[in-house]
C-alpha cells in the first residue's frame, strides 16, 4: 500500500518560513519524480515544484527563489522549504509521487500565512 505522509504546514506571519515534509513508503522511492502542488480555496490545483530521481528540479515562478524543494532518498522524504511567505502562498499542500503513467498523492497539509 502506497502512503505519502505530509507534516510540517501551520500558521506563519507573512516573511517567515516553514518546512514541509513528505514521508513515502509502498514504493521504490528512488525512481519517482517527487512533487509539491498547492491548492487554495476556489483554485485549483497548481505545481509548486518538482524533483526528478536524478535531483533536477523545476518550480513555479510565483516561488522561484524563496522555495526550495530537496529529497533524502535513504529516508524516502521529500521536502519543501519555504522562505519569505507571503498571504498568497495560503493554500493546502500536496505531496505528489509519479513515475511514467503512476501517481500517487499525500492527504494534503494546510499552510495559512496571515499576520
Known amino acids: 500500500q502506497v502512503q505519502l505522509v505530509e507534516s510540517g504546514g501551520g500558521l506563519v506571519q507573512p516573511g517567515g518560513s516553514l518546512s514541509l515534509s513528505c514521508a513515502a513508503s509502498g514504493i521504490i522511492f528512488s525512481r519517482f519524480t517527487m512533487g509539491w502542488y498547492r491548492q487554495a480555496p476556489g483554485k485549483q490545483r497548481e505545481l509548486v515544484a518538482t524533483i526528478t530521481s536524478g535531483g533536477g528540479t523545476n518550480y513555479a515562478d510565483s516561488v522561484k527563489g524563496r522555495f526550495t524543494i530537496s529529497r533524502d532518498n535513504a529516508k524516502n522524504t521529500v521536502y519543501l522549504q519555504m522562505n519569505s511567505l507571503k498571504p498568497e502562498d495560503t493554500a493546502v499542500y500536496y505531496c505528489?509521487?509519479?513515475?511514467?503513467?503512476?501517481?500517487?498523492w499525500g492527504q494534503g497539509t494546510q499552510v495559512t500565512v496571515s499576520s
Open positions: 505528489n509521487a509519479a513515475r511514467i503513467v503512476v501517481a500517487y
